[in-house]
């Protein structure tokens, strides 16, 4: 069956320090990787996306994640955190007819000062 | 505007009654998908729209559940006969195609009570 799997629920950074969030995924073709990100009370803005071809994908606000199929994994990084990016992030993962999608249940960004 | 719109923004019904959850995506956008977000969770995947066809319903959790897009255009969720289990954000997200990023309305919260 297909799943998603964010393993943490919250995650506390320092402003300016390094950020890793983790996904793993489990479907049986070729996934098509999806990371959003849901401030409060909105909808989902789409970070960035992996299709095929180069593993290491850039999106905006200067986030990458980087696609290891042996892992199964799916992993969202960013090299300096700012106030700002202070919300929630789901990874996906999306049906090869793009019919359907599948999300984690969500990883919760604080940042301190 | 020009982004996903969703209509109510909240929306409050006592447990038995109907209702209906109104998306008005982007113009020209074929596919169109709603999910449901229950608290402190991902979105779920509800059902599929490509045009007026809907494609994919496999998502719907039971035949109370409704989806209709008559014109390729609005698509309209409906609830019958609501239990308190319903109670969740439902998003909706349009795209310009179905391999192409969706975006998100903000939602409606919808309260069984």
């Known amino acids: 069956a297909q799943s998603v799997t964010q393993p943490d629920i919250h995650i506390t950074v320092s402003e300016g320090a390094s950020l890793e969030l983790r996904c793993n995924y489990s479907y049986g073709a070729t996934p098509y990787l999806f990371w959003y990100v849901q401030s409060p009370g909105q909808g989902l803005q789409l970070l960035l996306k992996y299709f095929s071809g180069d593993t290491l994908v850039q999106g905006i606000k200067g986030f990458e994640a980087e696609f290891k199929r042996s892992q199964s994994s799916f992993n969202l990084r960013k090299p300096s955190v700012h106030w700002s990016d202070a919300a929630e992030y789901f990874c996906?993962?999306?049906?090869?007819?793009?019919?359907?999608?599948?999300f984690g249940s969500g990883t919760k960004l604080n940042v301190k000062p | 505007g020009a982004g996903v719109s969703q209509s109510p923004r909240y929306k409050v019904a006592k447990r038995g009654q109907d209702v209906a959850l109104r998306c008005d995506p982007i113009s020209g956008h074929v596919s169109l998908f709603w999910y449901q977000q229950a608290l402190g969770q991902g979105p779920e995947f509800l059902t599929y729209?490509?045009?007026?066809?809907?494609?994919?319903k496999s998502g719907l959790p039971s035949d109370r559940f409704f989806a209709e897009r008559p014109e390729g255009s609005v698509s309209t969720l409906k609830i019958q006969r609501t239990q308190q289990e319903d109670s969740a954000v439902y998003l909706c997200a349009s795209s310009s195609d179905r391999n192409q990023p969706q975006h998100f309305g903000d939602g409606t919260r919808l309260s069984i009570l």
């Open positions: 729209f490509q045009n007026e066809a809907q494609l994919d």
């Open positions: 996906a993962v999306g049906a090869y007819n793009f019919n359907k999608f599948y």
